[in-house]
Each structure stands twice: as C-alpha cells, then as structure tokens.
C-alpha cells in the first residue's frame, strides 16, 4: 500500500492559470518535501515543512508557494503558471535520519 | 559546503556483470548516506542507507554499498546485474538532524540482455 501519493498524476495547465499539487503521506513522518526534476537538474528543492502549519523555502522557491495543513498533506501551488514551471514534481516525507520516501510524481506541462 | 558527486552519468554492462557505482561526497561532520533508484517514469525508491557502523551495508535485490571515510565514498555494488536493474541510481548525502539533504546528479545504468 502506497506511503505517499500524488494527485493529480498529469496535469496540462495553461499559462497564467493557478496550479495545485497534492500529496498525502500515511508514514507519519514529521518532515515533507516537493522536487522537481528536468533533465540537466536532477532533483532540485522547491519547499519543505517539518509539520503541520510550517513551511520552508528550498533551493528554487520562486514562483511556488506551499500548504501543510496537516500532518499528513502537503501542498504545492503555482499561483500564476509559466511555461518554464514545465516539469516532473515529487513529493517525499521523511524523518529526522534524512530517510525520504517518494510519491509516483506528477508530470505538469503549462502551456 | 556539503556536496556529492556521481562522476559517471552512464554506465553500460552485460547482464550478469559484476557493477560498481561510484559516489563520492564531501562534508566535514558524520555523513549520512544513501542510494536510491528511479525506474522510468516512477519515483524515487530507497535501496540502501548508512548511518554507522559495519561500513558495507546490504541493500535490497542483492545490492550493498560500502562506506570509506579516507575516501569520502559511498559506492554501490552488485555482483551480478538483470536486465530489469536498468534504470537511474542516485547518492544522497544527509547531515545528522538535517531537513534537507543533497542529491548526486544520478548514473544512468543501462544492461544489456
């Protein structure tokens, strides 16, 4: 049974529109994270939160805002979508030994 | 600064090959490290993970890894490789207590059949 999902799974937006990602974790862990991967870039960190209410920018924040509402959920939000926001987003939770675990992704082309 | 580096981004090996692949870091403190493999289009997925201790730690699906702090590396290993082992593996340096942690670029292993 899947720790850590993703909704949705593909998303077409266009550019301009408002954009949010969902992720749900079942591990109870404290800390939750979102990536995004483009070839070249590996994975790089967009925000993070160590729990409910707590969010942290990463090392690419702009142009993302981010949601913990709960322990268990995590989001990320594109408030106004661009073209270069094209890309595969990973959610993962984890502990405090630097143990993360992934979500399926979400592939988002903004057209 | 913490880094890691991953200096082959391709490695190609006959299925039933021996593999080795290489991770080096660099950070001061008590590194603590990982694999992880990406299959196409799925996420991340943890194969192995060093805190302390005996410095080669074993994996799931017969890989292991051995940690060298002489060496500052952490390289993976599996003595013979499936066709179905093709995919990206990626190095991951973490810090005691960290938030955050850092990601090697990621080898891509293809196996030939």
């Known amino acids: 049974e899947a720790a850590v999902t993703q909704s949705p799974r593909n998303k077409v937006a266009v550019t301009g529109g408002k954009v949010t990602l969902s992720c749900n974790q079942t591990?109870?862990?404290?800390?939750m994270y979102w990536y995004r991967q483009d070839t070249g870039h590996g994975l790089r960190l967009i925000h993070y939160s160590y729990g409910a209410g707590s969010t942290e920018k990463g090392d690419i924040p702009d142009g993302y805002k981010a949601s913990r509402p709960s322990q268990e959920n995590f989001s990320l939000i594109l408030e106004l979508a661009t073209p270069s926001q094209t890309s595969v987003y990973f959610c993962?939770?984890?502990?405090?030994?630097?143990?993360?675990?992934f979500g399926p992704g979400t592939r988002l082309t903004v057209l | 600064a913490q880094s890691v580096t991953q200096p082959d981004a391709r490695v190609t090996v006959s299925e039933g090959a021996s593999l080795q692949l290489r991770c080096k870091y660099s950070y001061s403190g008590t590194p603590y490290l990982f694999w992880y493999v990406q299959y196409p289009r799925q996420g991340l997925q943890l194969l192995l993970k060093y805190y302390s201790g005996d410095p080669v730690v074993q994996g799931v699906n017969g890989f292991e890894a051995e940690f060298s702090k002489s060496n500052s590396s952490f390289h993976l290993r599996k003595a013979s490789v499936h066709w179905s082992d093709s995919a990206v593996y990626f190095c991951v340096l973490s810090a005691e207590n960290a938030y955050k942690v850092i990601f090697g670029k990621g080898t891509h292993l293809h196996v030939l059949p």
């Open positions: 993962a939770s984890g502990g405090t030994g630097g143990e993360q675990y």
């Open positions: 591990n109870n862990h404290n800390n």
